[in-house]
């Protein structure tokens, strides 16, 4: 199968920086999209920043030049560059891969996985 692991997070006073990282591990030959959401306390998750494959990218208004997103194809990992942070990102963040083609039991699958999550706090 295929696992996520995030790293990175953690308690941040208002205006500083943060950097999320994410692997994917497992017999993966090629991943479509990685992406970053995110969930705050009684709120719905979120998409942050996305990343294709060959490198376009996508933000949510409300991060837009405040935060990069980038990935290593060789490693499959994805980063967040995190920076001029407010307290309305406090969240949980989710790394996610998307359309991730695998081997398994000498078989090939595509499918979708998350992370397990990373909390970052924003607070003086």
């Known amino acids: 199968q295929v696992q996520l692991v995030e790293s990175g997070g953690g308690l941040v006073q208002p205006g500083g920086s943060l950097r999320l990282s994410c692997a994917a591990s497992?017999?993966?030959?090629?991943?479509?999209?990685m992406s970053w959401y995110r969930q705050a306390p009684g709120k719905e998750r979120e998409l942050v920043a996305s990343i294709s494959d060959g490198g376009s990218t996508a933000y949510a208004d409300s991060v837009k030049d405040r935060f990069t997103i980038s990935r290593d194809n060789a490693k499959n990992a994805v980063y967040l560059q995190m920076s001029s942070l407010e307290p309305e990102d406090t969240a949980v963040y989710y790394c996610?891969?998307?359309?991730?083609?695998?081997?398994?039991?000498?078989?090939?699958?595509?499918?979708?996985?998350w992370g397990q999550g990373t909390q970052v706090t924003v607070s003086s």
């Open positions: 996610n891969a998307n359309e991730v083609q695998y081997y398994s039991s000498y078989r090939s699958y595509t499918g979708d996985f």
């Open positions: 497992g017999r993966i030959f090629s991943i479509n999209a």
